[in-house]
């Protein structure tokens, strides 16, 4: 029986993975809403799903010949997990992969990004586009010498705990 994999929405995925994937068995690339994974997800046997759409218990029990899903992220709330086991179907996540994790920055990166608030970085960006400039409407707070409370320090806290450093802020978590 041929494997057949679905990777839903994830476009720039690496070649490395996809040469994987392609290795284990026929993989359909495509980037599906609710309705068109529950209309085909009877044909796969491994699902790579993207936080876009939740795997809920009517895709899981449509999914009959379904064994795997893989999800490429560290939560699983957008799976029905007790679903998918009382269905027999893995679901394998990056969760604890600690040692992986330990060099994936993107979400202390995106929380770091939203001291631009505090700069006004957004609003002054607008206003250039705009074809507006009033030096005195953007200029904002320094971050040097703030506090930057973090609550929690687990891998993404520490992460954040030395971007704070950087900038010369005081950090709590």
């Not at 993989?27 to 068109?36: F, G, R």
């Not at 009517?58 to 029905?80: F, R, S, V, Y």
């Amino acid at each position: 029986m041929e494997i057949k994999i679905l990777c839903n929405g994830m476009p720039d995925f690496a070649m490395e993975a996809k040469a994987v994937l392609e290795s284990i068995g026929t993989v359909d690339y495509a980037d599906w809403d609710y309705q068109e994974i529950l209309a085909n997800i009877e044909k796969y046997r491994i699902f790579l799903p993207n936080l876009s759409v939740n795997i809920d218990k009517n895709i899981l029990k449509k999914a009959k010949n379904l064994k795997l899903i893989a999800t490429p992220t560290t939560g699983t709330d957008h799976i029905d997990l007790k679903t998918a086991e009382a269905n027999g179907i893995a679901v394998l996540s990056i969760k604890n992969d600690i040692d992986f994790l330990k060099n994936i920055p993107s979400t202390a990166e995106l929380a770091l990004g939203l001291l631009s608030v505090v700069r006004r970085i957004p609003f002054a960006f607008d206003a250039v586009k705009e074809g507006r400039w009033s030096r005195e409407d953007y200029r904002g707070n320094t971050l040097f010498g703030k506090t930057l409370g973090i609550i929690g320090y687990g891998r993404l806290g520490e992460i954040m705990a030395r971007y704070g450093n950087a900038l010369g802020m005081k950090v709590l978590a």
